[in-house]
């Protein structure tokens, strides 16, 4: 079935670093592609999305692009913050059905 | 608006209560989900509503009973739950593409289930 592998975390990272976190899929379809962030305490956000092959989304400095031919969307920030702090996860869907990767923990510091 | 609301926030529960989470949202989404998360895994699906009907359940023990009254809200029902089903129980909603599918889905804050 489908399925979503993230790079495994946790990452830390100083304010002001460069940022990328992998994210490959597996799928018999064209899903649509996600990264949401959850921050401690909360549900998920929806942080940016991709429906179909070098789409790039983008949102909050944040950026990824569907990558058919190497089945990758992986996430990339210039510049982190502190406040970029939080698990991120990788997911897919090509319907109702949404698959998460396993998540990886962010934390920046000052 | 694109906000899903959970009540309550929190819940602590013994074995034997029965209790209830709520889901709302008011951005015409016709498909509602419920999902369980444990601590540092990812979400996992356990129902998902479709026009009001339950479309998919994915084995999940009779303890817990999904109900759908109308298109925005969502309702868990619990009875005879167990330790291991404490968890952050996460409510979300998603609207259909002229496609056909379901597009992104948005997440409420989560009850944060205890069963004592």
């Known amino acids: 079935g489908d399925s979503v592998t993230q790079m495994e975390g946790p990452v830390t990272l100083s304010e002001e670093a460069f940022l990328t976190i992998n994210c490959t899929y597996t799928?018999?379809?064209?899903?649509?592609l996600f990264w949401y962030v959850q921050y401690p305490g909360e549900g998920l956000q929806l942080l940016l999305k991709?429906?179909?092959?070098?789409d790039k989304g983008s949102n909050k400095g944040f950026e990824a692009t569907y990558r058919k031919e190497t089945t990758s969307f992986h996430l990339e920030k210039g510049s982190v913050q502190v406040s970029d702090s939080a698990v991120y996860f990788c997911?897919?869907?090509?319907?109702?059905?949404?698959?998460f990767g396993a998540g990886t923990r962010l934390t920046v510091k000052p | 608006d694109t906000e899903v609301t959970q009540t309550p926030k929190h819940l602590v529960m013994g074995m034997t209560n029965k209790k209830s989470l709520k889901c709302e949202q008011h951005?015409?989404?016709?498909?509602m989900y419920w999902y369980k998360q444990k601590a540092k895994k990812p979400p996992e699906l356990m129902f998902v509503?479709?026009?009001?009907?339950?479309?998919i359940n994915e084995s999940v023990p009779s303890r817990f009973s999904p109900e759908c009254p109308n298109s925005s809200l969502l309702n868990l029902h619990l009875h005879a739950l167990q330790p291991e089903d404490s968890a952050l129980y996460l409510c979300?909603?998603?609207?259909?593409?002229?496609?056909?599918?379901?597009?992104?889905?948005?997440f409420g804050p989560g009850t944060r289930l205890t069963v004592t």
């Open positions: 979300a909603s998603s609207s259909r593409t002229s496609g056909g599918n379901y597009y992104e889905q948005y």
């Open positions: 799928a018999t379809g064209y899903p649509s």
């Open positions: 991709a429906t179909k092959a070098d």
């Open positions: 997911a897919l869907s090509d319907g109702y059905d949404m698959r």
């Open positions: 951005m015409g989404h016709r498909a």
């Open positions: 509503y479709s026009y009001e009907k339950l479309s």
